[in-house]
Every structure is written in C-alpha cells, then in structure tokens.
C-alpha cells in the first residue's frame, strides 16, 4: 500500500475526489490518501500567501502519518510567488521531511505540470484557468519562464475557490473551443486542481487531436513516477496512457 499524503487548500474538494479516481486504476499498485488542509476560500494574492505560511504545519501532519509520496496540491499558490518558486518550495518541504528522518516522494502541483509538459515533449501549449485574469497572467509568465510558449489561454474570472469545484465540464469545454490551439503541442484543460476536468479529457483528446492534460492528471503522473510506479492509467489521457516508469529529471 502506497500512502499519499495531500496537501490542500481548505476550500478544495477535486483533488480528494479526482487524485484517488485515477490512481485507483493503477493495475498493479494500490493506494491511500491522507490530507492535511491551509485555510483558503477566495483565490487572491493575499490569501494564497497566508495559505502558503501554513505549509510547514501540513508538512508535519503527514510525517506523521509515515507517507510514502507528498502532493503539494495548489499549483497558483506557488506560482503567483514568481518563476521557479516550485523549486524552493519543494526543497524547503524536503529538508523539512529529512529533519524528521523520512524521504517522502515530493511533488508539487506547479512542478508536476512543468514536468508533465516536458515528458509530453510539449513546449507550445494552451491553458484554461478558473482564475481572475491577474492570477492568470501569473500562471501564463510562470510557464513561460519555464521555456514553454503558451499560444493562447483562458481565465474563467472565478474567484471563489468553492465556487470553482463546481464549474460545469461544458463550460471548461466550451473555454477551450475558444482557444487558438494551431500550433499547440498540448492542451491543459484544468490548470487547476480545483477545477474538475477529469471525464473532459478522452473527450477533449478526441475532439482537438492533441494531448490533453490537467494539473491533477500531471500530478498523478509524477506521484508515480517519484514511487518508480508503471506509467499506467486507462481513460485519462496521453500523459498516462501504458508506458514504462519515466525516470525522474
């Protein structure tokens, strides 16, 4: 049994619903999910960095609990601190994990989709967001600054994180056939892991011809590939179609 410790903002209700969807598929591994939750119901800059303060309190509650993987679930939270902050944050949660003389894999939603992309050979790619437009831009220089080339993008202006649990999949998919995506080499359809997307993706795949992802589907692949797990999930889109383990960069 592989344990899965989550970190999630308070008002998040996806990634404890999607995150065992698809890893529960997995053929041959199994899972539990133990999460530890930082107070946050609007998505702005002040709230995310008050939520961010209380990484380390969640960081300590899940080595408590011995987990063999941390997902760091909120990826605008650490991309609206500025380029390359998934690096630090990840180092900073490992040190903190290593003082307790553990070593976790480590994930982190805002590194999960950057990776995801570069396993997809993506660098040219289109996002939909639930974000308020300010938030948004964030997220399209954060990715940028990463070496990708975002050739158009969507933000929903929703602004309440409860309120983004329940955007309906028409309206996720109605964003991204407003999109340019001549060009693109990937489609992230949920650059959120509060936004559901998880039952969009075969479709979308179907519907656009292109790979197609979020970041719950880019964090499941990465959870697996910290575990050294198979890369094998049915119905969840190229990024976790039957592969061997891809090493970790």
Same mark, same amino acid.
């Given at each position: ?51 961010? &303060? ?17 997902? +760091?679930?909120? #990826?605008?939270?650490?991309? &609206? ?16 994990? $290593? ?10 939603? $805002? ?30 220089? +954060? ?54 997307? #998880? ?10 011809? !292109?790979?197609? !992802?979020?970041?719950?589907? &880019?964090? $499941? ?29």
């Amino acid at each position: 049994m592989n344990r899965i410790g989550l970190v999630v903002p308070s008002s998040n209700v996806t990634v404890e619903t999607e995150m065992p969807a698809l890893l529960t598929r997995h053929p041959s591994a199994s899972f539990s999910f133990h999460a530890s939750r930082m107070r946050m119901h609007r998505v702005s800059a002040e709230e995310l960095a008050a939520m961010n &303060a209380q990484r380390e309190r969640c960081v300590d509650e899940l080595a408590d609990a011995g987990v063999d993987a941390v997902l +760091y679930a909120c #990826l605008v939270a650490i991309m &609206a601190q500025g380029p390359g902050e998934h690096r630090r944050v990840e180092e900073l949660v490992r040190a903190q994990t $290593a003082a307790r003389g553990q070593d976790p894999a480590l994930v982190s939603s $805002a590194g999960a989709l950057v990776d995801a992309l570069a396993a997809l050979s993506a660098r040219r790619i289109a996002l939909v967001t639930p974000y308020v437009r300010p938030l948004a831009e964030q997220v399209v220089a +954060y990715l940028e600054a990463e070496g990708l080339e975002v050739v158009d993008w969507a933000a929903l202006e929703v602004a309440d994180n409860a309120e983004v649990g329940c955007i309906p999949g028409d309206r996720v998919l109605a964003a991204a056939r407003g999109l340019d995506l001549g060009g693109a080499d990937a489609l992230v359809i949920s650059a959120c892991v509060q936004m559901p997307s #998880l039952p969009l993706i075969p479709r979308a795949e179907e519907e656009f011809g !292109l790979p197609v !992802l979020s970041a719950a589907t &880019a964090g $499941a692949f990465c959870l697996l590939r910290g575990l050294g797990l198979p890369i094998e999930l049915p119905d969840a889109g190229a990024l976790l179609r039957t592969r061997s383990t891809v090493p970790a960069r």
